[in-house]
């Protein structure tokens, strides 16, 4: 499957953006999706994930109560809802896809997008 993450920009401190991570080439719904995020000189980190049908969602501790993971299984797209937009927000972030996990390590997900950056000023 190849992914295509989309919706980054630039925002001020409290905005909102919406991060869309488009599908294609594989049965959507097979895979187990998630966002993470880099931002320089930092490890790469779980963001968000999202079960095959939707029903299982995880946050990290960071983005609680601001940020919302959904999936559109009829249009192979997932999003990211991210509200409250704080400077420590900014990063890269990418969508990926796991056959098998529903995990929080990015080493379980078999395929990524490219990155969309986010940059969020105070």
């Known amino acids: 499957v190849q992914l295509q993450a989309s919706g980054g920009g630039l925002v001020q401190v409290g905005g909102s953006l919406r991060l869309s991570c488009a599908a294609s080439g594989g049965t959507f719904n097979y895979y187990n999706l998630a966002w993470f995020r880099q931002s320089p000189g930092k490890e790469r980190e779980l963001v968000a994930l999202?079960?095959?049908?939707?029903?299982?969602?995880y946050y990290t501790d960071s983005v609680k109560g601001r940020f919302t993971i959904s999936r559109d299984n009829a249009k192979n797209t997932m999003y990211l809802q991210m509200n409250s937009l704080k400077p420590e927000d900014t990063a890269d972030y990418y969508c990926?896809?796991?056959?098998?996990?529903?995990?929080?390590?990015?080493?379980?997900?078999?395929?990524w997008g490219q990155g969309t950056l986010v940059t969020v000023s105070s």
């Open positions: 990926a896809a796991s056959s098998v996990y529903l995990g929080n390590m990015d080493y379980e997900y078999e395929y």
């Open positions: 999202i079960s095959r049908r939707g029903d299982t969602t």
